[in-house]
């Protein structure tokens, strides 16, 4: 009985080996446009994330040269990810990854949105599924929130930074970009409390998060001049 579970299980594996070197295949050459993924990596979702994110440095090293068809079997991977229930913060970290990558993917890029409204509802709904399951890692947020900002997504940049701030509001993410959107209020009051926010996210380790480049230190007094 032993040996034949044991053959039953090498059975499994094999078949399930087999799936995952077919769709990586598929997604290396391009050879077909949408692959459906073995239904096991269902339940692996670890695996699942691995073959994303494979996928997706492979794809973002062709730029504007990758296939059209090899960018369609990418994006049904995503989809079919995005489909599963959020369970697994390694999978939502993963899909996080792929629509901030997608979002800065080259000009000409099959990867690109056409629709800035669709990619920044999709943004924000991955950042929302990985807060949902691991809401200490307030440090994925730097990229979003700074394409909200230099996008006009003004609401969405103020529903995500007041979420964040009911996680940690003292964060130096959430100080950062919080002292940011300050700035832009016409009181005087409120744009001395946005510096203030600003300096303060700095000290507290905002380099750790995200760069800080040095002409905008420099403005912010929070290095010696020149």
């Known amino acids: ?40 990596l269902d339940d692996d979702r670890r695996g699942l994330a691995s073959l994303l994110e494979t ?32 369970t697994a913060p390694v999978l ?10 997608e979002a800065f993917a080259p000009a000409g890029s099959p990867l690109a949105w056409s629709d800035p409204d669709q990619l920044a509802a999709a943004w924000d709904k991955d ?12 440090d994925v947020l730097p990229p979003y929130l700074d394409w ?13 930074l ?3 701030g009911q996680i940690d509001p003292d964060h130096p993410v959430v100080l950062w970009f919080t002292g940011i959107q300050d700035l832009q209020s016409p009181s005087a009051p409120l744009q001395a ?10 000290t507290a380790g905002l380099e750790r998060f995200m760069p800080v480049s040095p002409a905008l230190k420099r403005q912010l007094k ?4 020149l």
């Open 193 to 202: 409390r946005g510096l203030a926010l600003m300096r303060r996210a700095y």
């Open 127 to 138: 950042a929302r599924r990985l807060l949902a399951q691991a809401p200490r890692r307030l």
């Open 222 to 225: 929070l290095v010696p001049p």
């Open 148 to 160: 909200c900002l230099t996008h006009g997504r003004t609401a969405r940049l103020a529903a995500m």
């Open 55 to 86: 996928a997706l440095q492979q794809d973002l090293a062709q730029g504007p040269r990758l296939a059209a068809a090899r960018a369609g079997a990418f994006l049904a991977l995503q989809r079919r990810a995005e489909a599963l229930p959020p």
């Open 92 to 101: 939502s970290m993963a899909l996080l990854n792929a629509t901030a990558a």
């Open 1 to 40: 009985l032993l040996g034949l579970l044991l053959l039953t299980a090498a059975a499994l594996l094999w078949r399930q080996a087999a799936a995952e070197s077919r769709l990586a295949a598929c997604l290396t050459s391009g050879s077909c446009p949408a692959p459906r993924p073995p239904s096991a």
């Open 162 to 164: 007041a979420l964040a």
